[in-house]
């Protein structure tokens, strides 16, 4: 079974507490995050809250508002979940069964 972003994994709840404490060390608001990501101040308060999950994507966007490099929080992650014993045979071609 994968490990998936829920507020069951630690990993993704570290995730989520680096952009908090970035978003208080720059002195922003939840409605400040609001007003640049251009969403309701209720959909950062339940990112926040981990009651909505981010995606890669979302998360990378999140980070640039917050002037922060996503990098060192995804290899964190990596890292860790390498530690435990996590590594997975690396995929080839012929695997994903699509025509080149």
């Not at 308060?45 to 996503?70: G, N, V």
Request: glycine share 2%.
């Amino acid at each position: 079974m994968s490990e998936r972003a829920s507020p069951k994994n630690p990993h993704y709840t570290k995730a989520i507490r680096s952009l908090v404490e970035r978003r208080e060390e720059l002195g922003y608001s939840q409605y400040d995050v609001a007003r640049l990501w251009e969403k309701p101040q209720s959909v950062i308060a339940k990112i926040e809250r981990q009651q909505r999950t981010l995606s890669l994507f979302e998360f990378i966007e999140y980070c640039h508002l917050l002037k922060m490099d996503p990098v060192p929080v995804i290899s964190h992650i990596h890292k860790q979940m390498s530690k435990k014993g996590r590594k997975r045979k690396p995929v080839s071609k012929n695997d994903l069964n699509t025509p080149e």
